[in-house]
């Protein structure tokens, strides 16, 4: 049977278009429960028991409640579907999680294209009367199909579907009546109120808001039809708010109509945003924008104060262009005031879901009911939230997760919800899975679904696989890898063979993952949403399950293993004659670590063929590197460390900077050869739908603060090219050997991150990667653990008609919205790795009080930030006492980044060396830092 429905949509351009879709209706679209007696019951999911509806606000508005197990035996309607996921993409996708999870009865019927269950459009019906029309007709057709042994009922909050669902018979119920009736107080909490419902006065219990709580707290938002005209004019302005991290009530929000960051002092101005959000911005008149000469270190204690002003406390927090000048009354050269301004209007919301604890608070007389609470987030950019528990003596000692709901302008504290305990404060493990949480990091196990599509084990390469007319088999080649210690995912291994012509043959063999990996499988799906293995301190959260990652493509030593292979030979000077491609078979002769690899070749006594091979191979790479430099590639530091963990308990033991040998640089010089070599290949065959990886140009305003810093030292840094740079980061030596790492590592801040992009969307010029002076790069040596390389893998073996292009590579959109999430998840996974590092140190140094030299490396008001060497750990030191305003007895000289006591008895100066101790405390509950303080 062909039907169609006439609808209207709002072009990218903003007219009106009207559409007609023809449907074909159908007769075999059945109801997924068991006990039905006329449909086809092979997939039905659904059992005897009630079944439940929702229509589209409760599934948008009570997603975590619905995962909770509790919650099941559901028909998700494909009208509400639709409906979701245009609202909410998020949501949607948590939601079709649930339907394809086998342990839950979470049952997809198409009511659209059902016969009896199609709903034709009426003449100026509004959408959100159409829907609610087609979820009654859809609940009615299901309780007239299964009868009165299967209770059907619809869950519903809206007040008019709600009235005309009873009055055509239909069993309807909301969701909070619908949650009270089962009986479990737990699930209670887990409901998100009505914004209308979000005010209460049981809040005295918690907000001191005194007797004029109720009146208006926050400017009203704008209209987005408002918004939208004042961006047009002019009048606001647009972009991403960003909270200082270190300090909750001061934000940035990067705005290119005015080619400059707008500063956003105090909760006030900052009108209910959330970092993240995108937001419209209004000017405040210029006598009332602020100098930054004032800005301080971030006290924890100061967070109950609205008015304070803290400093950036590293380069993400900082506008790019701040000017930072004395705090002394005596300047002569007035500082030039930034753009400030307020939030007039949230376009764009960025609220998930949070980690934290409940603020402490007595328990209220009697149980059972309802209390108010106030909830503490990890993130300190993250306001405190308010929510609403009967479960408050069980919460108290926890790590919980609380989602925000609203934020009413007559409230101080947005309004939340709690979705679920992770664990007791300071149990390691549930503070490991914030970090996981807090990151977005997926780190449930593989679905059966996922694991189905890896070979069984045990697994070895077969005759077919060494004969294949594809495959070189390279098996007779000496190839080795080089590793970190105990490296178990090893994506790459080498080979350098000296040839009779004085040339070498050098080889880099990477992981034939793709041969595994087939593109639309559940395997494959789960890796592009993964993205990348996450490397915490005492764990890693793998991309692809690990048979795959450890054993199967792993290219372990003296076994054979499937090696996607770039070979190129080479003169003795390192000058490519030329490049081959190809897939192989290859048996790694060894995995060594670094040092090992290192040990090899420092020992002159050694002489056998693998440390022959590594040292032509680390000559090469010394000439490769130099070669680079010599273009203009950068010679960046980072403040990376290492810890040796306790095989038993898991603890730190030991704390360290991360060393880099000449064998490090050897793998990482010809894995950085392998990859200018793909990309070169993979853009000349598919020029519009490459994966490359780009390393934009930094601008003056970001390279700012290392000039300030660099000039304060007597160094005259030159960054007109990353040539001129490289050569002045080459002259900037101290008195001391650490001077020059550390302007590096100050020089390495100021720089954007490389991000993943299609070749498609941006012109050649833009392709290039500034850190690595290369007009073209890509990943291809790590698809064990990058989900990028994988895409780029399939790329080359498309360019070399070994495998048919997949259909993604047509669909420039589509490829568009896979490097943003290659870029999200990257990011998402350095700063879980980092928050990694500062839990793991704050164990170590708990029970381990330690004195020992710091570097100041930023001058504040009231004191300075310091860098610790021998533990990578940066942190700040007070020289001012709580509550005293600006620098007190202190004064920054700005020219000479120093500060100063006003009777120059003391001056401390930006790069100097500090004795400083360092201690674990806890200013506020369930917050413990590493305080450093002064000798």
């Given at each position: 049977m062909l039907q169609s429905n006439t609808f209207s949509r709002k072009t990218k351009g903003g007219r009106i278009k009207k559409e007609v879709r023809e449907i074909y209706l159908r007769d075999d679209i059945y109801c997924g429960a068991t006990a039905c007696k006329t449909c086809d019951t092979s997939r039905a999911r659904l059992d005897a028991s009630a079944i439940l509806i929702f229509d589209t606000n409760v599934l948008l508005h009570q997603i975590d409640l619905l995962e909770n197990p509790a919650i099941d035996n559901v028909v998700l309607l494909s009208v509400v579907l639709d409906e979701v996921k245009n609202k909410n993409m998020a949501v949607y996708n948590r939601i079709r999680a649930l339907s394809t999870n086998p342990l839950r009865k979470f049952y997809v019927f198409s009511n659209q294209f059902h016969k009896d269950t199609f709903v034709k459009r009426m003449d100026g019906e509004t959408p959100n009367d159409y829907n609610d029309r087609a979820i009654r007709v859809a609940s009615r057709w299901y309780q007239t199909h299964l009868g009165p042994a299967t209770p059907v009922l619809l869950i519903t909050n809206?007040?008019?579907?709600?009235?005309?669902?009873?009055?055509?018979?239909?069993?309807?119920?909301?969701?909070?009546?619908?949650?009270?009736?089962?009986?479990?107080?737990?699930?209670?909490?887990?409901?998100v109120h009505p914004a209308s419902e979000s005010e209460d006065v049981a809040m005295e219990q918690v907000e001191d808001l005194r007797p004029s709580k109720r009146q208006v707290v926050y400017q009203e938002h704008k209209p987005m039809s408002e918004i939208t005209l004042g961006l047009h004019r002019g009048i606001y302005h647009q972009g991403k708010l960003r909270v200082n991290r270190y300090n909750p009530f001061e934000a940035y929000v990067g705005s290119e109509s005015i080619g400059d960051e707008i500063i956003i002092h105090g909760r006030q101005n900052m009108n209910r945003s959330f970092d993240g959000d995108i937001v419209a911005v209004e000017l405040l008149p210029q006598d009332e924008w602020r100098e930054e000469k004032n800005l301080s270190i971030a006290d924890e204690e100061d967070e109950e104060e609205d008015d304070v002003h803290l400093a950036p406390s590293s380069a993400d927090d900082a506008p790019r262009t701040t000017n930072l000048v004395s705090g002394s009354a005596t300047e002569t050269n007035p500082t030039p005031c930034r753009p400030s301004g307020r939030v007039v209007g949230i376009i764009k919301r960025n609220w998930h879901s949070y980690c934290g604890s409940l603020e402490p608070m007595r328990m209220p007389a009697g149980t059972g009911s309802f209390t108010s609470a106030l909830f503490v987030s990890k993130d300190r950019r993250i306001p405190k939230i308010r929510i609403q528990t009967r479960q408050l003596e069980n919460l108290l000692d926890k790590r919980i997760i609380v989602a925000v709901d609203s934020w009413d302008r007559q409230s101080r504290y947005p309004s939340g919800h709690y979705v679920r305990v992770i664990g007791e404060i300071g149990d390691r493990d549930t503070e490991s899975e914030v970090v996981l949480i807090e990151n977005d990091i997926n780190s449930r196990p593989f679905s059966a679904q996922v694991l189905a599509c890896l070979p069984p084990l045990p697994w070895s390469v077969s005759s077919e696989d060494v004969t294949n007319s594809i495959r070189l088999d390279l098996r007779s080649l000496q190839v080795f890898s080089v590793d970190p210690p105990g490296c178990k995912d090893i994506d790459d291994a080498l080979h350098c063979t000296a040839l009779s012509n004085g040339n070498y043959e050098v080889g880099v063999h990477i992981a034939d993952v793709t041969n595994f990996v087939h593109p639309g499988s559940p395997l494959d799906d789960e890796?592009?949403?993964?993205?990348?293995?996450?490397?915490?301190?005492?764990?890693?959260?793998?991309?692809?399950?690990?048979?795959?990652?450890?054993?199967?493509?792993?290219?372990?030593?003296?076994?054979?293993?499937?090696?996607?292979?770039?070979?190129?030979?080479?003169?003795?000077?390192?000058?490519?004659?030329?490049?081959?491609?190809?897939?192989?078979?290859?048996?790694?002769?060894?995995?060594?670590?670094?040092?090992?690899?290192?040990a090899r070749m420092d020992d002159s006594r050694l002489m056998d063929p693998l440390t022959t091979d590594l040292r032509n191979m680390n000559a090469l790479a010394k000439i490769m590197r130099q070669r680079r430099i010599d273009r203009g590639a950068l010679t960046l530091a980072s403040a990376e460390v290492k810890f040796q963990i306790d095989t038993e308990t898991h603890d730190p033991l030991d704390i360290g900077m991360y060393q880099i040998r000449e064998a490090n640089q050897m793998v990482e010089e010809f894995m950085l050869a392998a990859n200018v070599s793909v990309a070169k290949k993979i853009y000349d065959c598919f020029p519009l739908c490459s994966l490359l990886r780009r390393h934009p140009t930094p601008t003056r305003e970001m390279l700012e603060p290392l000039l300030c810093t660099a000039a304060a030292v007597g160094l005259d840094l030159d960054v007109s090219s990353s040539k001129a740079l490289a050569d002045s980061l080459d002259r900037a030596?101290?008195?001391?050997?650490?001077?020059?790492?550390?302007?590096?590592?100050?020089?390495?801040?100021?720089?954007?991150?490389?991000?993943?992009?299609?070749?498609?969307?941006?012109?050649?010029?833009?392709?290039?990667?500034?850190?690595?002076?290369?007009?073209?790069?890509?990943?291809?040596?790590?698809?064990?653990?990058?989900?990028?390389?994988?895409?780029?893998?399939?790329?080359?073996?498309?360019?070399?008609?070994?495998?048919?292009l997949p259909s993604v590579f047509q669909d420039r959109t589509q490829l568009a919205s896979i490097a943003d999430n290659l870029n999200y998840r990257h990011r998402n996974a350095q700063m879980a790795s980092r928050a990694s590092v500062e839990l793991h140190t704050l164990i170590y140094f708990r029970k381990r009080p330690t004195d020992t030299e710091a570097r100041i490396v930023k001058i504040r008001s009231n004191g300075f930030i310091v860098f610790v060497p021998k533990y990578g750990i940066e942190g700040p030191v007070y020289l001012t006492t709580r509550g005293e305003k600006g620098g007190g007895e202190w004064f920054v000289d700005e020219p000479q980044q120093r500060i100063v006591k006003m009777d120059n008895s003391l001056i401390y100066s930006v790069l100097q060396t500090v004795r400083i101790h360092m201690e674990v405390v806890e200013p506020q509950p369930n917050r413990p830092k590493l305080q450093l303080t002064l000798i």
């Open positions: 809206d007040r008019e579907n709600k009235r005309r669902a009873v009055e055509e018979g239909i069993s309807t119920d909301t969701i909070q009546s619908y949650v009270k009736s089962l009986g479990q107080p737990e699930l209670l909490d887990l409901l890796a592009s949403q993964r993205g990348t293995s996450v490397y915490l301190v005492e764990r890693r959260i793998d991309m692809l399950p690990k048979p795959l990652t450890e054993d199967i493509c792993s290219l372990r030593a003296d076994v054979e293993r499937l090696a996607f292979s770039v070979i190129w030979e080479m003169t003795s000077e390192a000058e490519i004659i030329s490049t081959r491609f190809t897939k192989s078979v290859i048996k790694s002769c060894a995995a060594l670590s670094y040092v090992e690899a290192q030596v101290g008195d001391d050997p650490y001077f020059n790492k550390l302007i590096r590592i100050l020089a390495t801040r100021c720089m954007t991150q490389a991000v993943y992009f299609c070749s498609g969307d941006l012109s050649p010029p833009e392709y290039h990667h500034y850190g690595l002076a290369a007009p073209m790069y890509t990943h291809f040596t790590s698809p064990i653990r990058r989900y990028a390389d994988v895409i780029v893998h399939r790329l080359l073996a498309a360019s070399l008609m070994i495998e048919k």
